[in-house]
Nanobody
Framework: QLKLVESGGGLVQPGGSLRLSCAAS????????VGWFRQAPGKEREPISC????????NYADSVKGRFTMSRDNAKNEVYLQMNSLKPEDTAVYYC??????????????WGQGTQVTVSS
């Protein structure tokens, strides 16, 4: 039973930084890809970043590329999202995900409860 818990959100001024953490329990994430999504007010949930099981490969949405950096520490069973140069449009609830194969042709995506990030002066 995989459980994901995000933390590190809060209120920050434009141009500031936050580091989000996602702690996993129940299942080790070292064999799975993980990602971050966000949902801003009035908008659909969107993918922000994903990282391979080893951490060797990362991908970012154009909206955050160059400002956000995703990483993972498999020894701690945690993943992170370093957010720099934050903008008001980054205000959203941020979710951590993990993709776990269900069978040979299907993958289940697990979600955390989310953490609120508010960028405002």
């Amino acid at each position: 039973q995989l459980k994901l818990v995000e933390s590190g959100g809060g209120l920050v001024q434009p141009g500031g930084s936050l580091r989000l953490s996602c702690a996993a329990s129940g299942v080790a994430l070292d064999h799975y890809g993980v990602g971050w999504f966000r949902q801003a007010p009035g908008k659909e949930r969107e993918p922000i970043s994903c990282i391979s099981s080893s951490g060797a490969s990362t991908n970012y949405a154009d909206s955050v590329k160059g400002r956000f950096t995703m990483s993972r520490d498999n020894a701690k069973n945690e993943v992170y999202l370093q957010m720099n140069s934050l903008k008001p449009e980054d205000t959203a609830v941020y979710y951590c995900t993990a993709d776990v194969p269900y069978n040979s042709i299907a993958t289940r995506r697990f979600w955390g409860q989310g953490t609120q990030v508010t960028v405002s002066s």
